[in-house]
DNA sequence: CCTGAGCGT
């Protein structure tokens, strides 16, 4: 379970999501990766929450509200590929 | 590596 945050001001921090995020349920995570060639953020973040109703909530409240002057974007993230399979403890799917 | 699309080690 994750939670999509997009349009987000480059100065803003995990803490700031969490607060946010804190508002509408129990924050799990917060996760902000950045570019592997620059480094430098993207300008959105995933949120893990306890709950997918908490997370839910947290999207319809947050989700085209005004944040830190910018219009915050909230959704339903994609699963993210199992990139951990690589070693050990894998995708043991052999054929 | 300094910017504006939107989905990650």
Known sequence: MSVYV???SY???PEDLTQVF???GSVKRVQIPTDR???RVRGFAFVEMSSEEEETAA???LDGAE???RGLKVNKAKPKEDRGGGGGGGRRGRY
Do not use: D, R
């Open 6 to 8: 997009g349009n987000l």
């Open 11 to 13: 100065e803003v921090t």
């Open 22 to 24: 804190a508002e509408y």
């Open 37 to 39: 060639e620059t480094g």
């Open 59 to 61: 999207i319809e409240a």
């Open 67 to 69: 944040w830190m002057g």
